[in-house]
């Protein structure tokens, strides 16, 4: 039985949104006093490598999608020595299949998306700090699925490959039905940049309408 833990979770948060940042810290403080304690903040990969390798944290609140190369190329390049004691934790807005799959198998100990609760963040923390596996619930099946050889994430991923990881996020909310107005504010770019990506993954995927890209990422379980 694993004995209680006596002193704080030490965590980095990662995530390229400054006010995302600052309201996950904010939540940290005041939902996981005295159980948690935030050492650093990182926006980018590189940024993220140093917070690491300056506090040596438990647990790093990873988002997925980062400049620089995404979290896994975090987890890629954390020094041999670090990996046996610091662990990772994706908190991230995308909940689609082959990024749970990609960050877990780059190394990550769990997968939870934003629309997570204070209290259950704080929970989600500790128990990957002590060593547990942490996922939202729907996010397990995914996994459970890839392993099991039900998921094609090699041909998931040929598809995918072809655009940047900001596209993919507009491709996924666009594809979920927001509106242009609802994925610029979610993303926090503008609703011109939100169209100009948008023409981009039609034109990288070969389709025609809003309505097909639906279709599409439907049929790759990417909703």
């Known amino acids: 039985m694993t004995e209680p833990r006596t002193t704080p979770v030490r965590v980095v948060i990662v995530d390229d949104h400054a006010m995302f940042r600052s309201g996950v810290r904010g939540e940290l403080a005041t939902v996981g006093a005295g159980h948690i304690e935030v050492l650093a903040e990182a926006a980018d990969v590189d940024e ?31 020094p041999p020595a670090l990996r046996g004691t610091t662990s990772f934790l994706a908190l991230s807005v995308s909940d689609a299949a082959e990024d749970v799959i990609g960050t877990i198998r780059g190394g990550a100990r769990g997968y939870v ?8 963040l704080v929970s989600a923390i500790q128990r990957v700090a002590d060593g547990d596996a942490v996922f939202s619930p729907r996010l397990a099946g995914f996994v459970l699925d890839a392993f099991a050889g039900s ?23 666009i594809a979920r039905g927001y509106a242009y107005k609802e ?33 599409w990422a439907s049929d790759r379980r990417l909703l």
């Open 48 to 78: 993220a490598l140093a917070a690491v390798l300056a506090h040596h944290p438990d647990v790093v609140l990873l988002d997925v999608h980062l400049p620089g190369g995404g979290g896994v190329e975090v987890m890629r390049r954390l």
């Open 113 to 120: 998306t934003k629309t997570i609760t204070g209290p259950e």
């Open 151 to 173: 998921i094609d994430v090699s041909a998931v991923d040929e598809d995918l490959d072809r655009l940047t990881e900001r596209e993919r996020e507009v491709m996924r909310l």
């Open 183 to 215: 994925v610029a504010k979610e993303l926090f770019i503008s609703i011109k940049t939100v169209e100009t990506h948008m023409s981009s993954v039609l034109r990288k995927l070969q389709l025609s309408s809003r309505h097909e890209l639906t279709r």
